[in-house]
Protein backbone atom coordinates (compact mmCIF):
# COMPACT_ATOMS: atom_id res chain seq x y z
CA UNK A 1 0.00 0.00 0.00
CA UNK A 2 3.32 2.56 0.19
CA UNK A 3 2.47 3.18 -3.73
CA UNK A 4 -0.92 4.36 -2.97
CA UNK A 5 -1.25 8.03 -4.32
CA UNK A 6 -4.94 8.32 -2.33
CA UNK A 7 -4.18 11.18 0.19
CA UNK A 8 -6.93 11.24 3.06
CA UNK A 9 -5.70 14.71 4.07
CA UNK A 10 -6.74 16.01 0.68
CA UNK A 11 -10.08 13.92 0.54
CA UNK A 12 -12.51 16.25 -0.39
CA UNK A 13 -14.99 14.94 2.47
CA UNK A 14 -12.32 14.22 5.00
CA UNK A 15 -11.21 17.93 4.65
CA UNK A 16 -14.33 19.54 4.60
CA UNK A 17 -15.35 16.93 7.78
CA UNK A 18 -11.87 18.23 9.56
CA UNK A 19 -13.07 21.99 8.96
CA UNK A 20 -16.46 21.79 10.08
CA UNK A 21 -15.07 20.19 13.43
CA UNK A 22 -11.80 22.39 13.56
CA UNK A 23 -14.10 25.46 12.69
CA UNK A 24 -17.02 24.96 15.07
CA UNK A 25 -15.65 23.55 18.56
CA UNK A 26 -15.23 27.40 20.19
CA UNK A 27 -18.83 27.98 18.99
CA UNK A 28 -19.71 24.72 20.70
CA UNK A 29 -18.40 25.61 23.71
CA UNK A 30 -20.16 29.08 23.98
CA UNK A 31 -23.64 27.71 23.54
CA UNK A 32 -22.77 24.63 25.89
CA UNK A 33 -21.06 26.67 28.72
CA UNK A 34 -23.73 29.80 28.73
CA UNK A 35 -27.22 27.87 27.43
CA UNK A 36 -26.21 23.94 28.44
CA UNK A 37 -27.25 23.21 24.44
CA UNK A 38 -26.08 20.39 22.63
CA UNK A 39 -25.45 21.73 18.84
CA UNK A 40 -28.78 20.25 17.49
CA UNK A 41 -30.30 22.37 20.29
CA UNK A 42 -28.47 25.77 19.24
CA UNK A 43 -29.41 24.46 15.33
CA UNK A 44 -33.02 24.72 16.47
CA UNK A 45 -32.96 27.83 18.58
CA UNK A 46 -31.33 29.44 15.20
CA UNK A 47 -33.99 28.27 12.94
CA UNK A 48 -36.57 29.68 15.35
CA UNK A 49 -34.92 32.96 16.04
CA UNK A 50 -34.32 33.64 12.27
CA UNK A 51 -37.37 32.28 10.82
CA UNK A 52 -40.38 32.67 13.50
CA UNK A 53 -42.97 30.08 13.83
CA UNK A 54 -42.00 26.46 12.61
CA UNK A 55 -43.41 23.00 13.00
CA UNK A 56 -40.58 20.35 14.15
CA UNK A 57 -40.97 18.75 10.71
CA UNK A 58 -39.99 22.14 8.77
CA UNK A 59 -36.56 22.39 10.91
CA UNK A 60 -35.64 19.02 10.37
CA UNK A 61 -35.91 19.80 6.43
CA UNK A 62 -34.23 23.39 6.70
CA UNK A 63 -31.36 21.73 8.83
CA UNK A 64 -31.44 18.67 7.25
CA UNK A 65 -31.12 16.60 10.31
CA UNK A 66 -33.21 13.95 11.40
CA UNK A 67 -36.53 14.05 13.24
CA UNK A 68 -35.51 12.08 16.27
CA UNK A 69 -32.50 14.56 16.96
CA UNK A 70 -34.76 17.58 16.44
CA UNK A 71 -37.74 15.91 18.34
CA UNK A 72 -35.05 16.02 21.61
CA UNK A 73 -33.73 19.16 20.69
CA UNK A 74 -36.89 20.57 21.26
CA UNK A 75 -38.20 18.42 24.22
CA UNK A 76 -34.75 19.94 26.17
CA UNK A 77 -35.25 23.64 24.85
CA UNK A 78 -39.29 23.40 26.01
CA UNK A 79 -38.09 21.85 29.43
CA UNK A 80 -35.57 25.15 29.62
CA UNK A 81 -38.11 27.23 28.52
CA UNK A 82 -36.29 28.37 25.77
CA UNK A 83 -39.13 27.06 23.70
CA UNK A 84 -43.28 26.78 23.69
CA UNK A 85 -45.27 24.49 21.47
CA UNK A 86 -49.10 25.29 20.32
CA UNK A 87 -51.33 22.69 18.77
CA UNK A 88 -52.25 23.14 15.38
CA UNK A 89 -56.12 23.89 15.69
CA UNK A 90 -56.73 22.29 12.30
CA UNK A 91 -54.43 19.45 12.69
CA UNK A 92 -53.90 17.82 16.67
CA UNK A 93 -51.01 15.87 15.42
CA UNK A 94 -48.90 19.11 14.28
CA UNK A 95 -47.13 21.47 16.85
CA UNK A 96 -45.78 24.76 16.21
CA UNK A 97 -43.03 26.20 17.80
CA UNK A 98 -41.38 29.56 18.74
CA UNK A 99 -39.25 30.96 21.41
CA UNK A 100 -40.11 32.20 25.03
CA UNK A 101 -38.75 35.78 25.64
CA UNK A 102 -35.77 33.67 27.21
CA UNK A 103 -34.68 32.03 24.17
CA UNK A 104 -35.07 35.28 22.13
CA UNK A 105 -32.50 36.55 24.83
CA UNK A 106 -30.26 33.09 23.99
CA UNK A 107 -30.79 33.53 20.40
CA UNK A 108 -29.66 36.98 20.29
CA UNK A 109 -26.81 37.08 22.79
CA UNK A 110 -25.48 33.90 20.45
CA UNK A 111 -26.23 35.23 16.96
CA UNK A 112 -23.66 38.28 18.45
CA UNK A 113 -21.48 35.84 19.04
CA UNK A 114 -22.18 33.47 15.82
CA UNK A 115 -20.86 37.22 14.35
CA UNK A 116 -18.19 37.89 16.37
CA UNK A 117 -17.05 33.93 15.30
CA UNK A 118 -17.41 34.28 11.68
CA UNK A 119 -15.21 37.46 11.00
CA UNK A 120 -12.65 35.75 13.35
CA UNK A 121 -12.58 32.81 11.24
CA UNK A 122 -12.62 34.39 8.04
CA UNK A 123 -9.99 37.32 9.17
CA UNK A 124 -7.14 35.40 7.63
CA UNK A 125 -8.70 34.92 4.23
CA UNK A 126 -9.38 37.89 1.34
CA UNK A 127 -12.93 39.45 1.03
CA UNK A 128 -12.60 37.61 -2.32
CA UNK A 129 -11.50 34.08 -0.60
CA UNK A 130 -14.24 34.18 1.77
CA UNK A 131 -16.81 34.67 -1.03
CA UNK A 132 -15.56 32.35 -2.79
CA UNK A 133 -15.56 29.83 0.32
CA UNK A 134 -19.37 30.85 0.76
CA UNK A 135 -19.96 29.88 -2.61
CA UNK A 136 -18.52 26.79 -3.29
CA UNK A 137 -19.67 25.43 -0.09
CA UNK A 138 -23.32 27.00 -0.46
CA UNK A 139 -23.17 24.82 -3.70
CA UNK A 140 -21.99 21.37 -2.21
CA UNK A 141 -24.38 21.87 0.60
CA UNK A 142 -27.58 22.31 -1.90
CA UNK A 143 -26.04 19.63 -4.12
CA UNK A 144 -28.03 16.01 -4.27
CA UNK A 145 -26.12 12.99 -3.31
CA UNK A 146 -24.45 11.17 -6.40
CA UNK A 147 -24.33 7.80 -7.35
CA UNK A 148 -20.84 7.25 -8.53
CA UNK A 149 -20.26 2.93 -8.64
Known amino acids: MKDDKFELALFLPYLLAQAAENSSLAFQQVYKDR ?6 DWRVLFHLGLYGRLTAS ?21 ERRF ?12 EHLTLTPQGLAAYADLREVAR ?10 TEQEAAGLRSA ?3 LAKA ?5 T
Do not use: C, N, W
Request: aromatic share 6%; glycine share 6%; proline share 2%.
Open 58 to 78: EIGVRAKTHKTKISRAVQRLT
Open 144 to 148: EPQRF
Open 137 to 139: LTK
Open 116 to 125: RYEAALTDGL
Open 83 to 94: VERARDEQDRRV
Open 35 to 40: YGMLRT
